[in-house]
């Protein structure tokens, strides 16, 4: 018998007297759907028990509130602080356990993390240090706890601790890592206290978490797991834990009686910081830290401080960061971790084991690193919505979108091969439709190969655009490139159901000039780069268009929302003297973004030289450039080589009225309808696909 390439990953563990049967753990995040009244809802069940049915070994799930509602992000917390709450909380258990799954529940004080300025609670920590918290985030700064208000927390992680056993989990985990609450009394860097709790030792910094830990012991059971999530290292403040510290703090955590440790990296004021691969992306190598692992472009990044970890425990030790299968059996034969914990791949796919396991790698849906799944939670503390992936539109909707075969089989013509064509098709066909998709290209993808080309690196795209190509012929879909689609070819297929996923149109301002020959249309640019995409890949085509663009050395970009200001990023990287101009406030900027992307991509155009001027008016292009009037009322003209328009596309309903009455069922999807993000457009795919 073959001996299988994940054998480390997928063997058996102990975590105190529990036994996991891989060593796969879904990591802590939040979903933050909306609860009824505190109580867990059938959402939070269906989405984690569809997690432990792919196949993880440990599902820990997100924190309910251990000191409600001050020790949560908002008013609308999960709790579990009192027994009427506990029977939503034994039925997510119980579906989590059906698939021989474990299950630990997070116990976490958000600390200065707290949205005080949209619940009216000031946050608390460690000491009054406003310092502490991360850019962007929307709170007031902290008080100091009181000796009394410690002693009623750790009373209060207890009584949570004990109803977490109650539920049916099988443990819990502490989390005392990134600025949160605990993690402010281990760092010097907001630990600025004089007393049993402050600063002066690494005995006293760690007091609170090991008053935790025996308490949780003493009243949830000596045989009841603990773990802890910890950083392994802090960086950028001179007071941040250093990996000697985090050492010694591991091995007080372990003779308080931790049951296992996860190691975790916490870059003081750096929103990346708790993502190594997107650090990688972000950040000049040069100023990286030296002690993280930089091998795999960021991916198993922390592995090294989890192997220091790992070097003074006999507890096993957990490692997260931008794992994959293969990088996590390569770091637990190395002996640099014992367990590998996953979040971004487990929303993507959640069944991400199973295909492991049974080596159907090629299935595996990939997550492509946009963390549109936690930036759009980090910068709207007031949405509720919970939430998404691009990916996979099926997260919140686990049982509203179980894939069931149709009641009728159809045969259904796909027009259009981007994402939102891509994923009905792929959606249809596994609902039993006969399904025949049409791309005027000769390759999928639509705009999004254009969009790959642009992002690069940042996004994986060309990694989705692969797994439809493999997904949608061994589904049996039927695919027909370079064929443009007419009225005729419409009557001659006859299809019950028409989809048309065309995208959308460019824009390009009325004003004087539009059609002078400075103006490269973004049509026109996209038909050229399509082309090219013919014969390169687009990782190729990024390395020529380093030593070759038809684009002039001086470039106006009209339009500052997300295509404009990633288009100038993508030029200014390519030595272009780039403009961006645009009608909307300075706010406006990047819309459309996720917010940590886009402050990031804002700096780097700065450091670029890259101009940006908002509440312009277009008036005229010239030979010699664009003629603006600023926000002052001021006339301007701005040298050019090259104007490139690149405003928010508008519906393409050109096929659509031609086709109107020939089709019994017709749908217009994704930016044919409704032009948007690719979240949103296979989001719009993935649910037309199940009601055809």
Not at 284 to 291: D, I, R
Not at 337 to 342: N, T, W
Request: net charge positive; glycine share 10%; charged share 25%.
């Amino acid at each position: 018998m073959a001996k299988n390439k994940f054998e480390k990953l997928l063997s058996p563990i102990k975590v105190g007297q529990l036994t996991l049967k891989n060593r796969l753990v879904r990591s802590t995040h939040e979903a933050r759907f909306p609860t009824s009244g505190g109580h867990i809802t059938q959402q939070y069940i269906d989405y984690y028990e569809v997690r432990a049915k792919g196949g993880f070994g440990l599902v820990n799930v997100e924190a309910a509130c251990v000191d409600p509602p001050r020790g949560a992000h908002g008013l609308d917390c999960i709790r579990i602080d009192d027994d009427k709450y506990l029977p939503g909380w034994r039925e997510l258990v119980q579906g989590i356990h059906k698939y021989d799954c474990r299950t630990f529940l997070q116990l976490l004080h958000y600390g200065p993390w707290h949205p005080g300025a949209f619940t009216g609670i000031q946050p608390v920590a460690a000491s009054d240090v406003s310092t502490m918290l991360a850019p962007g985030l929307k709170g007031d700064s902290p008080r100091a706890l009181t000796i009394a208000e410690i002693g009623e927390i750790i009373d209060k992680y207890a009584l949570t601790a004990v109803q977490a056993r109650k539920a049916g989990f099988d443990g819990v985990e502490l989390n005392a890592a990134g600025s949160h609450l605990l993690d402010t009394f281990l760092s010097r860097s907001y630990n600025k206290r004089q007393d049993a709790y402050g600063c002066a030792d690494l005995k006293s910094r760690s007091r609170i978490v090991v008053e935790i830990i025996k308490a949780v012991k003493k009243s949830a059971g000596q045989d009841f797991p603990v773990s802890i999530m910890m950083n392994g290292m802090e960086y950028g403040d001179p007071d941040a834990t250093t990996v000697k510290e985090a050492q010694e703090f591991a091995r007080i955590f372990e003779e308080a009686g931790v049951d296992s440790i996860e190691v975790r990296f916490w870059w003081a004021h750096k929103t990346f910081s708790m993502w190594p691969d997107l650090l990688y992306q972000t950040v000049p190598f040069e100023k990286l830290p030296k002690e993280l692992d930089w091998r795999h472009k960021g991916a198993t990044g922390f592995s090294s401080l989890a192997a220091n970890i790992k070097k003074v425990v006999s507890v096993p030790v957990m490692s997260v960061g931008g794992y994959d299968a293969v990088l996590g059996e390569k770091v637990l034969q190395e002996g640099r971790a014992d367990l590998i914990v996953m979040a971004r791949r487990t929303i993507a796919d959640p069944e991400y084991p199973n295909k492991v396991a049974s080596g159907k790698m090629e299935d595996i849906t990939p997550c492509i690193g946009c963390i549109y799944c936690a930036t759009r939670l980090a910068s709207d503390v007031e949405d509720h919505g919970g939430i998404r992936c691009t990916v996979n539109a099926a997260v919140g909707k686990e049982r509203e979108y179980e894939i069931k075969e149709a009641t009728k089989k159809k045969k259904v013509m796909v027009v259009g091969g981007g994402p939102s064509g891509m994923e009905l098709a792929r959606v249809a066909a596994l609902r039993r439709h006969e399904v025949m998709l049409y791309e005027g290209g000769r390759k999928l993808g639509g705009a999004m190969s254009v969009a790959s080309l642009i992002k690069g690196e940042k996004e994986d795209l060309d990694a989705l655009i692969r797994y439809f190509n493999v997904q949608l012929p061994k589904l049996g879909v039927q695919l027909k490139r370079g064929v443009e689609v007419t009225p005729s070819l419409i009557k001659e297929i006859k299809p019950d159901v028409l989809i048309l996923a065309t995208g959308g149109s460019y824009v390009v301002p009325d004003i004087p000039g539009k059609d002078k020959p400075i103006v490269v249309n973004m049509s026109d640019l996209s038909r050229m780069l399509k082309r090219y995409l013919g014969f390169f890949t687009p990782k190729t085509l990024r390395r020529l268009t380093n030593i070759w663009m038809p684009i002039g050395k001086k470039v106006v970009i009209m339009g500052g929302r997300i295509h404009g200001i990633q288009l100038a990023g993508f030029l200014a990287d390519r030595r272009r003297q780039v403009t961006v101009v645009d009608t909307g406030s300075e706010s406006e900027l990047g819309e459309g973004m996720e917010m940590e992307r886009k402050l990031t991509l804002l700096v780097h155009l700065n450091e670029k030289g890259v101009k940006l001027i908002t509440g312009a008016k277009y008036e005229e292009i010239t030979d010699k450039g664009l003629v603006i009037i600023d926000k002052e009322g001021k006339k301007l003209s701005i040298e050019a080589d090259t104007i490139i328009p690149a405003l928010p596309l508008k519906p393409n309903a050109e096929l659509l009225k031609e086709a109107e009455g020939e089709v019994a069922e017709i749908y217009s999807i994704g930016s044919s309808s409704n032009p948007g993000l690719i979240i949103d457009a296979i989001a719009d795919g993935s649910r037309i696909a199940r009601v055809i």
